[in-house]
């Protein structure tokens, strides 16, 4: 009860002052619900340098812009450190993006389900419900797990055609641009490139779920195959572009055909996808990933890690730079793990180098120095380490501290105002 100071008694002056209290207080309300969802993140993107831990964005900041420089992925206002684990110690791609998209620890290979093999709902999916446009970008087939955990349910990352299915008729992805159209063509269909081409001769179309190009234009999506093509689609609606039979690149080892030099680059997937979803008034949700800092990590080749890194970076000034004229977007660049036990280290010829793949790398140019740096490895796999996220806009503070990679979930949740169930 409101009690004036004119007594509980008084007449008319009594209520009137006690009715202006009441109003001014309903105003005071109403601004801050205002305020509130002021401060929520209307456009959200999300990068993921597949495997790429501190020490690989170190020797791309070193390769880049030198010791004086910064990166674009750096020069940002809050930092974050994430646990990475899985249900087991190392994860997986598919493990780390589940727990990213859904807040779940569940099993290495699953996407977007827990660890008894249950759905769980996914940050895009209730983007999707607040009625934002959605947008899955990357170099690698875009039904690999990092994307798939983002807008698929499936029990093994393996299922790529069920989960490009899934995107068409479930989550209703509105922009995919990346590789992997040998899910989308059944055998016997080469679909925009030909089976077995010289850079691989082993990738061909192997789809099960019969021709899924063909689906999604019956569904109002316009396919792409190419640059020119993708600049020219209709923004703000539905895209498809696949642009490599797998990988948009081939992961090998030094010298032994690896490339790194994608028909359709990153940066330029980024701001398709970003200017076809910022058509939406409600805003959207943007995966983008770049997969060639892990496939080359693997294959302990550091400077195609280091290229692809350069790329992603130029990819995230694209964000930065959307977010600059559009400030209640949140841009994030993290990891979902390290791979390689990637280190850097001083031009030695004593310091020992290891044997095959694992040998150093190197010698790198440190840019704008007479510097070099090499690059060690201690595996071809995954390592448990943590990793950093960086992040800047509107909610950006919420991901500050050390926290498990489930974290990211309820801080982009709590970010954009997303209503979870108790
Ligand atoms: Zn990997």
């Known amino acids: 009860m409101l009690k004036s100071r004119f007594g509980w008694k008084s007449s008319a002056i009594g209520i009137t002052a006690a ?25 959200v993107i999300l990068f993921v340098g597949d495997g790429m831990g501190t020490a690989q964005r170190d020797a791309i900041r070193l390769a ?6 910064q990166l674009a992925m750096d020069d940002m206002p809050y930092l974050g450190l994430i646990h990475t684990s899985s249900t087991t110690p190392v994860t997986d791609s598919a ?3 589940t727990a990213f998209a859904s807040g779940v620890k569940t099993y290495n290979g699953a996407v977007g389900m827990d660890a008894n093999k249950k759905s769980v709902k996914t940050i895009m999916e209730y983007a999707k419900e607040m009625g934002k446009s959605t947008g899955l970008v990357t170099t690698s087939q875009i039904t690999d797990a990092t994307p798939a955990a983002f807008a698929s349910h499936v029990e093994d990352r393996g299922k790529q055609s069920d989960i490009a299915l899934q995107y068409l008729t479930k989550s209703k992805v509105d922009v995919l641009l ?5 899910f989308w063509y059944p055998a016997g269909q080469p679909g925009g490139f030909k089976d077995g081409q010289p850079d691989d001769p082993s990738e061909k179309s192997k789809g099960t779920q019969g021709n899924l190009v063909d689906k999604a234009k019956s569904l109002g999506y316009a396919y792409v195959k190419n640059t020119t093509d993708m600049k020219k689609a209709k923004n703000g609606g539905k895209l498809l572009g696949l642009f490599a039979n797998e990988e948009m690149f081939q992961q090998r080892p030094e ?3 690896d490339i790194y030099n994608p028909v359709v680059s990153l940066p330029d997937m980024t701001k398709k996808a970003i200017e076809s979803l910022s058509a939406n008034k409600k805003g959207f949700f943007l995966m983008v990933e770049e997969e060639a800092t892990d496939e080359m990590a693997h294959q ?12 992603l970076d130029q990819s995230v000034r694209i964000a930065k730079n959307f977010a600059a004229s559009h400030p209640d977007t949140l841009v994030l660049v993290l990891a979902d793990h390290e ?4 280190s850097i280290e001083e031009v030695d010829a004593n310091d020992e180098s290891g044997d095959a793949i694992s040998k150093e790398d190197g010698p790198f140019a440190i840019a704008k120095s007479k510097m070099n740096f090499v690059v060690d490895w201690t595996t071809s796999g995954h390592t448990a380490v943590d990793v950093p996220v960086t992040v800047t806009g509107t909610g950006a503070e919420l991901f500050s501290g050390v926290y498990e990679n489930t974290g990211i979930f309820t801080r982009l949740a709590q970010a954009m105002g997303v209503k979870l169930p108790k």
């Open 19 to 43: 009715a202006l209290v009441i109003a001014s207080f309903t105003a005071a309300h109403d601004d801050n619900e205002a305020a509130a969802a002021s401060k929520q993140a209307k456009n």
């Open 64 to 69: 880049t812009v030198g010791e004086n420089g």
């Open 95 to 97: 493990a780390a993006a």
């Open 178 to 182: 990346g590789g992997g159209e040998d």
């Open 255 to 257: 010298g032994e055909g």
């Open 300 to 311: 302990n080749n550091a400077k195609l890690t280091i290229k692809a890194g350069q790329q």
């Open 339 to 342: 791979t390689g036990g990637f």
